[in-house]
């Protein structure tokens, strides 16, 4: 019996039914599931370890320049702070004194390490090492002639562990008095992007051993802050 006009049709029992899975079809679906995951995963986490490289990068670098117009408004423009002059004595006792007057009063939760690096069984000294806030790390070394090279290291545990690579947890900022007088990457005045990549002596390449790769961090601000493709270095 049914709605006037209609006839309702008897569904055979194996229609109404429904078919499960067999355990070998599973396996074979969790199987491809892992393969995309293994091929993604990697990339996925690469570039997650790159954005939080660079978000660093970007904070350090604001953090020290606001530092250092707050210390220029005390102390006057950089030329005239107490720079150890070129072929002078620089040592951590000295390096730590100026830091302490210059930049230590304008910068925010960090906790200061006076480092010794151990260099053909002697210990040298290896420049005033500051912690910051978010766990990153920087380390202040050698000013004679009016030039602060500052090396920034996003990630405390490779920095800890000696294991850092230029490039990748390991960047270069600074500033000289003679010309950009101002906290910022490591060539900060070069605009030639292939200068900044194929430099033999600072360049940001792989292959570069010579002093190492002293423009990576301002090839990364060349490009907007972000990862060229042909970058050489995998986060």
């Known amino acids: 019996m049914g709605i006037k006009g209609f006839t309702l049709a008897k569904c055979p029992a194996q229609m109404m039914q429904k078919r499960a899975f067999t355990l070998a079809e599973v396996l074979v679906t ?5 393969v ?5 995963m990697p990339a996925l986490t690469g570039k997650y370890r790159a954005n939080v490289t660079i978000t660093k990068l970007q904070k350090f670098l604001s953090t020290m320049q606001q530092a250092q117009l707050r210390s220029i408004i005390d102390n006057g423009e950089v030329d005239s702070w107490d720079w150890v002059p070129a072929g002078g004595e620089s040592n951590n006792e000295i390096v730590l004194a100026w830091f302490n007057k210059y930049w230590a009063p304008y910068l925010n939760s960090i906790r200061i390490i006076d480092r010794k690096v151990l260099k053909d069984n002697e210990a040298v000294d290896g420049g005033i090492t500051f912690i ?3 766990g990153s790390v920087a380390n202040m070394s050698g ?6 090279h500052v090396r920034f290291y996003p990630n405390y545990k490779s920095f800890i562990n000696e294991s850092t690579i230029e490039g990748v947890d390991e960047f270069v900022f600074g500033f000289n008095i003679t010309t950009s007088k101002r906290f910022n990457t490591y060539g900060s005045e070069q605009k030639d992007y292939e200068e900044l990549k194929y430099n033999s002596d600072y360049g940001c390449y792989a292959k570069n051993t010579r002093y190492g790769n002293a423009y990576c961090a301002r090839l990364l601000q060349a490009n907007g802050w972000k990862v060229p493709d042909d970058y050489p270095y995998k986060f």
Request: glycine share 26%.
């Open 30 to 34: 969790l199987g491809i599931i892992g």
């Open 36 to 40: 995309i995951a293994a091929m993604t």
């Open 132 to 134: 910051l806030g978010d």
């Open 143 to 148: 000013f004679n002639g009016g030039y602060l």
